[in-house]
């Protein structure tokens, strides 16, 4: 998927956050972008996370199952090891 077609699709999930899972309904590109510097793509995909109303299942759900690759409850999956083991921790 090209990347303005992309930015259109987060720009819509955004308008229609409306719906709690909005996220569902965009190419699956977006949430599990290739590896490599910062895309612009993920910067909006985590902003759009930032608005949404499950955000907090989500991120609860990623740190269960482990989840390795993707954008969840806008968190990388390095973001979401230092949760992770900050947890392990306490």
Known sequence: MRASKQHEDL???????KTTTSCQKLDPDIWFPEQGPALPITVEAKRLCGLCLVRAECLAYALAANERHGIWAGLNYTERR?????????
Request: glycine content about 0%; overall charge positive; aromatic content about 0%.
């Open 11 to 17: 720009r819509l999930a955004i308008i229609d956050l």
């Open 82 to 90: 230092k949760i992770t083991l900050k947890n392990l921790r306490n």
